[in-house]
């Protein structure tokens, strides 16, 4: 299993630098509060962003995208439209689509519309936290959520409950796994440890910082560099580089602010800084993987 996780980090430094090489259209459905440090992320990892939720010309624009990336954040009937038409181009068209769910859960209707896209039309990957991640798998019926107490996410955050810890890596994953297996998506389930599987396999990332949950968007951005990964690589890869990237950024930036006796505004800024500047040996020095059995 060593040998795998050293393969494994080895085929995450080069799908980050596949991301810099092929320089993927990344087409992203977002919100306003973070659409600019989405697009700016995307660009530091290599990728070329097209933020719109136009829905009369998203789908020619989808049609020549490398990947599709649908963030539920400040949903409207407008944008609603635009995502359905994007995911019926996409999966005409044979595009990843990597979706944020974001506040699923919280409102009926943002359960539907999930529910709605699972069913018409083929998910590469969903990133969300784990309350997020409970919640699909909830509405899906899964066997794993039975004995799960639901608990009701703050906001847009994770419900303290759902917060990923070694008490609670086996069941999360667990609830992971069998959610890829179910959608047969990558699944992403982003905390202070990351979970993530394409059904068989289950990993875990330690990379990060609390910080990132003192700024708005890192969900957001993560989601959207997975799905610029994606467009370049094998999925399940494409989705581990990313988030060891921003997790490596996270930490980076953390020392920075540290060191400068800095704060959050500072951290926002050099977390885009360090998806630019990770290379190869940042990356191999700085990545903590592991399998989940």
């Known amino acids: 299993m060593v040998k795998k996780i050293e393969n494994l980090i080895n085929e995450s430094i080069s799908a980050m630098n596949k991301v810099k090489d092929k320089n993927p259209l990344t087409i992203c459905i977002t919100n306003a509060v ?8 995307i660009l530091a990892i290599g990728a070329s962003p097209a933020m719109t939720d136009y829905k009369e010309d998203i789908g020619e624009l989808v049609k020549i995208s490398d990947v599709l990336v649908v963030n539920f954040g400040m949903l409207s009937d407008e944008k609603i439209e635009g995502i359905r038409t994007a995911c019926k181009v996409a999966k005409e068209s044979k595009v990843p689509i990597v979706i944020d769910p974001v506040a699923v859960g919280i409102t009926e209707n943002r359960n539907k519309l999930m529910l709605e896209l699972i069913k018409n039309y083929e998910i590469t990957a969903i990133r969300g ?100 990964s994606i467009g370049s690589n094998n999925p399940l890869v494409g989705a581990i580089s990313a988030t060891l990237a921003m997790g490596i950024a996270g930490e980076k930036a953390r020392e920075f602010v540290d060191k400068n006796n800095s704060g959050t505004g500072t951290f926002r800024t050099k977390l885009i800084d360090y998806l630019y500047l990770l290379d190869d040996e940042m990356f191999k020095k700085n990545e903590n993987i592991y399998s989940i059995e």
């Open 129 to 228: 936290n784990m309350s997020e991640i409970k919640a699909i798998a909830k509405l899906l019926e899964l066997k794993e959520m039975e004995n799960v107490e639901k608990n009701i996410a703050k906001g847009v955050d994770a419900s303290e409950n759902d917060a990923i810890t070694k008490n609670t890596l086996k069941e999360n994953s667990n609830i992971v796994k069998a959610l890829s297996k179910k959608t047969k998506s990558i699944i992403i389930s982003s905390g202070a440890i990351d979970i993530i599987s394409n059904g068989e396999e289950v990993y875990g990332i330690e990379n990060g910082d609390i910080m990132m949950t003192q700024i708005t968007g890192c969900g957001c951005v993560l989601t959207s560099i997975i799905g610029s």
């Open 34 to 41: 973070t659409i600019n440090d989405c697009a700016n992320a």
